[in-house]
């Protein structure tokens, strides 16, 4: 029993590292800008769609999937900025809300348009055999997605904390009017914020789609599961994206097991919600 528990609690974890990844692009948008890309979601169904894209074309796995995916994603991040976001931003929020939520239904139309509704899948021997350590047992696609999710995760919170463009990204965060005054190019750095995010988002999709289904609708479960990993582990904070999106998965795991899968979210959301009844900031957020 100990033995099983423990392969359940390290799948969780691994799981719980992609939805850290691409949790964080959501996060830093926010702690950035202030605005909720209610198109996040769907940034990810697209980065699962060109993974599958780049398999057919080529018979690509993660090793060219996941460098092109994250190119695509921080183009379609860049564009996204400059041409809707930016003009957005001067409007009420309502219009910010607005403007994602269309973006989020281009995006997923435009996939029904051209992929069409059935799901898509990576074939399930394209990072070859299980990986075997003592009594566990973990597929190659989820231990490679969490591997990677973990270190990217890490470096984007390097990035922002140790690196000059993260001290000019925060800088304009804090007071855009003050950092332009210092020589700071706000709508730089915001783009960047955006490619940022965006890539990082390919990054996660790319590597979801080795042990997902791809349609044009995946992306609503999946900015769900955003959502309440960035408001769990508090709005613009990376570390605490990596912090929820762990203890989600581990949660999920264990409930499926001890419970059963049925009642996993039931068990995650009401961890939630209590969460935010007694720490309405999340976990690492500021109050």
């Not at 033995?3 to 799981?15: A, E, H, K």
């Not at 699962?48 to 921080?74: D, E, H, Q």
């Not at 919170?157 to 020589?183: C, K, P, Y």
């Not at 929820?244 to 409930?255: D, H, T």
């Amino acid at each position: 029993m100990s033995s099983i528990l423990l392969q359940v609690i390290v799948s969780g974890l691994l799981i719980g590292a992609v939805y850290a990844l691409f949790s964080s692009g959501l996060t830093l948008i926010w702690g950035m800008m202030n605005v909720i890309n209610f198109a996040h979601g769907d940034f990810v169904m697209l980065a699962m769609y060109t993974a599958f894209l780049v398999w057919t074309a080529f018979g690509g796995g993660p090793a060219a999937s996941v460098p092109i995916a994250a190119v695509v994603l921080a183009t379609i991040g860049v564009l996204s900025y400059f041409l809707l976001v930016r003009h957005i931003m001067r409007g009420p929020m309502l219009a910010q809300i607005m403007g994602t939520f269309g973006l989020a239904l281009l995006l997923r139309y435009s996939a029904f348009w051209y992929f069409g509704a059935n799901f898509k899948t990576l074939p399930d021997t394209l990072l070859g055999p299980p990986f075997v350590f003592g009594s566990i047992r973990v597929d190659a696609p989820r231990l490679l997605a969490g591997t990677i999710g973990l270190i990217v995760t890490l470096s984007l919170h390097l990035i922002l904390t140790r690196t000059a463009l993260g001290s000019r990204m925060l800088a304009v965060s804090e007071d855009a009017t003050a950092a332009q005054l210092m020589g700071i190019r706000p709508e730089h750095m915001q783009a960047a914020a955006w490619a940022l995010a965006a890539g990082a988002t390919g990054i996660a999709g790319a590597l979801i789609a080795t042990f997902f289904y791809t349609s044009p609708t995946v992306g609503e479960t999946l900015a769900i599961v955003a959502f309440v990993t960035v408001a769990f582990g508090g709005f613009g904070s990376v570390p605490g994206a990596l912090l929820a999106g762990l203890l989600i998965g581990v949660i999920e795991a264990v409930s499926a097991f001890m419970i059963g899968p049925v009642y996993k979210d039931v068990i995650v959301y009401t961890l939630f919600v209590l969460v935010l009844w007694t720490r309405p900031q999340g976990l690492m957020g500021k109050a």
